[in-house]
């Protein structure tokens, strides 16, 4: 991105709360049923961007009234931040009907770039898109990933912040166009209603869960909709421990002290490319699926590491583990089963497969030649690929898990 890396106020408290706010340049989906509370949220995440005096474009399939009604429910005064130019809506139009046209998918490519073209005419600093699932129904979902990436990366690259509503997937092809999309967001926000809250509540739950950064991790909680007040939420943050026996030092007021003379405790870090192993299942059944019906292959990496590798003191697992996760691509994810480091790269070329292994090999702490070679004749590789016979995740967890009779060093 051109703009550096900072966590902005994000108008929806459970992650300005839990998260701080978004990633300046992120991608962030909001997926819900309707009359969920989506709009009011996005609503909650222009005004925010108002407030801080950033312009925000606003695509919308409502008519302008009918946003400037839901506006108001919330307390929010949209002609006014219109008529200051910090709000832009652009009234969008559901795509002709597709089944009219010979590739749709051609057509839905045009509509995306489309988006592109007006961020660009107007550089604003956020964007809302509500809604967008009308225009990713493709039926290449190969082609849906690498436009919908390449979309958002153009928008990033000018440290714009989007907020993309999706529809919430009622059937598993719908599910599987959305987990598409999915792999391209920096966080995703997920709202589920329950008609039967009572009082004040029409709400329901909401969760939101990282892709990258974030490293606080996946929360989530009761959810409410209140009149002019937008969407609240019963989200308690969680009050971190401070340093202990110490405070803050002003450099002002004394001079360096040693990171060795503050204590503080432990801090056990939720990575979000690391999943246990049923999250890992589920997203290599999802992989599996779109290999069936879309043809795009997938391979799985298991890094296994000698018995005796910590006991070495060459390297902790931890700082392998990490060298692997600051390797992978945004899009790949990681699962830690015993003492293997299973990785699921997305990207199935011998090119890709070789990057990833001289980045780790790259990341590793060493001092020098020697540490090096004592350390990767410990650590080895073993791949497999998605084929026809593959069935479910299990058939290649087995295989990866179970202890294989030969192995490969991964930097011979």
Known sequence: MKKSIQLVPSGITIADNAWGGFYRGGTYLLIGPRKSGRT???LQFAMECAKQKEVCLYFTNMRPKDLMIQAASIDFDLQHYMNQNLIIVVKVAPPAELAEFKNPDELLIEYLKDIVTVVEQYQPSKI?????????????????????????????????TSLFVLGEPAAPSSKMIIDSVNLAATGIIHLQKQSDMYDRT????????????HTEGKFKANYFIEAYKGVTTDFQPIKR??????????????????????DIPPVNYSLSSF?????????????????????????????????????????????????????????????????????????????????????????????????????????????????????????????LISEDKSRKKAFE
Not at 202 to 213: C, D, E, F
Not at 284 to 311: C, H, M, P, V, W
């Open 40 to 42: 009011l949220l996005s």
């Open 128 to 160: 809302v898109f509500d809604e967008l699932t009308p225009f990713i129904g493709f039926e290449n979902l190969s082609l849906l990933q690498e436009v919908f990436l390449e979309t958002t990366e153009k928008i990033e690259d000018n440290g714009i």
């Open 202 to 213: 029409k709400g329901g739950t909401i969760t939101i869960s990282p892709n990258i950064g």
């Open 241 to 262: 421990k401070t340093l202990t026996g110490e405070r803050i030092i002003s450099f002002d007021e004394e001079k360096y002290k040693s990171l060795s003379e503050i």
């Open 275 to 399: 999943y246990s192993i049923d999250d890992f299942s589920l997203i290599i059944n999802n992989q599996i699926a779109l290999y069936k019906s879309t043809g795009q292959t997938f391979r799985l990496l298991s890094f296994k590491y000698s018995n005796d590798f910590e006991r070495t003191g060459l390297l902790t697992i931890n700082q392998l583990q990490n060298a692997v996760r600051l390797a992978i691509d945004k899009k790949d994810k990681i699962c830690i089963v015993g003492n293997k480091i299973l990785v699921l790269v997305t990207k199935d070329d011998q090119k890709s497969l070789t990057n990833l292994i001289s980045r780790v090999k790259y990341n590793l702490p060493v001092i020098n030649g020697d540490q090096l070679f004592d350390i990767l004749s410990r650590v080895f590789i073993y791949t497999i690929k998605v084929n026809e016979e593959t069935r479910n995740a299990d058939d290649l967890l087995n295989e």
